[in-house]
């Protein structure tokens, strides 16, 4: 059974950074794509960035670039998001998913960036 | 990236059938064979109900399928029950090498 595990979310305060992590396990972690994606408080759902098996290839969402970096340690069957200069717009839950085209969610992580 | 187009609301009687349209430009939707459709309930998880335009996961009632003409995918729900009753959000790949997801649609079922 795939089963992905999200940790690190939280309070935190706008300007701050934190480091989401998922853990895998269920499947070959390092066969997949991994893929971050967030939902606002009664929001629709936002695709955030993927990442190839290797760690070699990235993509994010335009709004996002240079502030949030994907990464994965396959050796240890997980995946990150490192997100910086946080603004109280990021605030929703953080969904772990795997795949490029995305096939399994966690339970998510929520983060609120508020002072 | 903007959003796919998806109605706000959608419903329907048990045991009758409904249709989402999820609207995209050919830069998505349109120009690739690659959109998903997920279903999600209140305080839950989003889960796969179909992938590339007309696939069923495996577990995934025969009740639900896909199509997709020109910049529009459908999803579409036949003999509907009240487990049915959720958010429905579609997704498509970009020429831009990402992924971008309709607004949601909320489905009643009466």
């Known amino acids: 059974e795939v089963q992905l595990v999200e940790s690190g979310g939280g309070l935190v305060q706008p300007g701050g950074s934190l480091r989401l992590s998922c853990a895998a396990s269920?499947?070959?972690?390092?066969?997949?794509?991994m893929t971050w994606v967030r939902q606002a408080p009664g929001k629709g759902l936002e695709w955030v960035a993927n990442?190839?098996?290797?760690?070699?290839?990235?993509h994010y969402v335009d709004s996002m670039k240079g502030r949030f970096t994907i990464s994965r340690d396959n050796a240890k069957n997980s995946l990150f998001l490192q997100m910086n200069s946080l603004r109280v717009e990021d605030t929703a839950v953080y969904y772990c998913a795997r795949g490029w085209a995305v096939d399994s969610w966690g339970q998510g992580t929520p983060v609120t960036v508020a002072s | 990236q903007s959003a796919l187009t998806q109605p706000a609301s959608v419903s329907g009687s048990p045991g009758q059938w409904i249709t989402i349209s999820c609207t995209g430009t050919n830069s998505d939707v349109g120009g690739y064979k690659y959109v998903s459709w997920y279903q999600q309930h209140p305080g839950k998880a989003p889960k796969l109900v179909i992938y590339?335009?007309?696939n069923r996961p495996s577990g995934v009632s025969h009740r639900f399928s896909g199509s997709k003409s020109g910049n529009t995918a459908s999803l579409t729900i036949s003999g509907l029950q009240a487990e049915d009753e959720a958010d429905y959000y579609c997704?498509?790949?970009?020429?831009?090498?990402?992924?971008?997801f309709g607004g949601g649609t909320r489905l009643t079922v009466l």
């Open positions: 990442i190839i098996q290797d760690g070699g290839e990235k």
């Open positions: 590339e335009v007309s």
């Open positions: 997704s498509s790949f970009t020429s831009i090498k990402n992924w971008v």
């Open positions: 269920g499947f070959t972690f390092s066969n997949y794509w």
